[in-house]
Nanobody, 121 residues
Framework: QVQLVESGGGLVQPGGSLRLSCAASGSIFNINYMAWYRQAPEKERELVAS???????NYADSVKGRFTISRDNAKNTVYLQMNSLKPEDAAVYYCNAHLTTGRFAYYTHYWGQGTQVTVSS
């Protein structure tokens, strides 16, 4: 059984910062890459940022220069530092991990339950 638990969401004023965390736990053998997605009301879920085990990161154009993704492999944890937040960044943010639970098992995507980020004055 694998769990991804996010934390760090909340209400912030435009221009402010938040740091999201996501810890993966359970029967994890190896995590390939981890990512953050977000979904605003009546919009499709979109990829915000991803990072592989070698710390190679990719970002959506809309967050480049403002968000930073990082991970701690020893803790199976991924972070998203969000700076200069805008009202359009408001959404439910979901953690995703591409991982395997055994040496000969398939890699599978797992999702967290989501954490709400609200950007408003």
């Amino acid at each position: 059984q694998v769990q991804l638990v996010e934390s760090g969401g909340g209400l912030v004023q435009p221009g402010g910062s938040l740091r999201l965390s996501c810890a993966a736990s359970g029967s994890i053998f190896n995590i390939n890459y981890m990512a953050w997605y977000r979904q605003a009301p009546e919009k499709e879920r979109e990829l915000v940022a991803s990072i592989n085990r070698d710390d190679n990161a990719n970002y959506a154009d809309s967050v480049k220069g403002r968000f930073t993704i990082s991970r701690d492999n020893a803790k199976n944890t991924v972070y998203l530092q969000m700076n200069s937040l805008k009202p359009e960044d408001a959404a439910v943010y979901y953690c995703n991990a591409h991982l395997t639970t055994g040496r000969f098992a398939y890699y599978t995507h797992y999702w967290g339950q989501g954490t709400q980020v609200t950007v408003s004055s």
